[in-house]
């Protein structure tokens, strides 16, 4: 009996030491377009990074932003949005760089690398992934009414700089390309971002109403939310819902 007790705590204890490792994660910002010709490849490395990852059972979260300043040269990429816009070049006024492009990749808020560059980009993810998160934190799916996703989350710190932010992403999506510099060619997408929104100074714990009416039925399809700062964006801690 003492034996079987051991070898009990000794599986507790490694399965105890998982769950702590796998809280480490890295959060994985593109900022991409189809009218951009060098962000085909960017966004299949993203791909790549997502389904490595989560055969290595790694905390890494992608997110695909379509930027709409590609628009007006031939194609407008459907997903693209102004609010995407506007979150790359409140980066590219914290990051040393100082410079908006596309592919441009962004991990845990911090370092920024070309998106096409899978080795850069798989070092940065590496360093994220040897940090110990500054806070615990819990995303949890309440209730999906229609186009509505009731949202709450617990966090261990409160601090007036903090901002949740919210971003719903789908997978599997396609364009046939019809203009621009990939004129002729089918594109396909994973973890396009559809629907993104903050919540500042978020608290110990708090519930959103969520709209998910960009959301196209029948794609894979997930909320990913991280706690940054405001001033630096650094991002402390992130969190996974998959939705049907």
Wanted: aromatic residues 10%.
């Amino acid at each position: 009996m003492k034996r079987i007790a051991f070898l009990v705590c000794l599986i507790l204890l490694f399965f105890s030491g998982q769950a702590q490792q796998n809280s480490r994660f890295a959060v994985v910002e593109l900022f991409t377009s189809e009218g951009c010709s060098s962000c085909p490849a960017a966004d299949k490395i993203l791909s790549e990074i997502s389904k490595e990852s989560r055969q290595k059972n790694q905390e890494v979260y992608c997110l695909a932003y379509h930027v709409d300043y590609w628009n007006k040269l031939g194609w407008k990429d459907p997903y693209s949005k102004f609010q995407f816009t506007r979150r790359q070049e409140n980066y590219s006024r914290v990051l040393p760089s100082k410079e908006l492009y596309t592919p441009q990749m962004i991990v845990n808020g911090t370092t920024e690398l070309i998106g096409s560059k899978k080795e850069k980009a798989l070092s940065a993810i590496s360093l994220a992934l040897n940090k110990k998160p500054e806070l615990e934190f819990d995303l949890k799916l309440d209730s999906l009414v229609a186009d509505t996703a009731f949202i709450s989350w617990k966090i261990s710190k409160s601090d007036k700089n903090y901002v949740l932010q919210l971003a719903l992403n789908q997978s599997g999506l396609s364009s046939k390309i019809d203009k621009g510099e990939n004129a002729g060619k089918t594109l396909t997408h994973d973890h396009v971002v559809r629907a993104f929104t903050a919540v500042n100074n978020p608290g110990f714990s708090g519930q959103i109403k969520f709209l998910l009416k960009d959301k196209d039925p029948g794609f894979q399809s997930e909320i990913i939310g991280f706690i940054q700062r405001k001033q630096n964006y650094s991002i402390l801690a992130a969190g996974r819902i998959t939705l049907l």
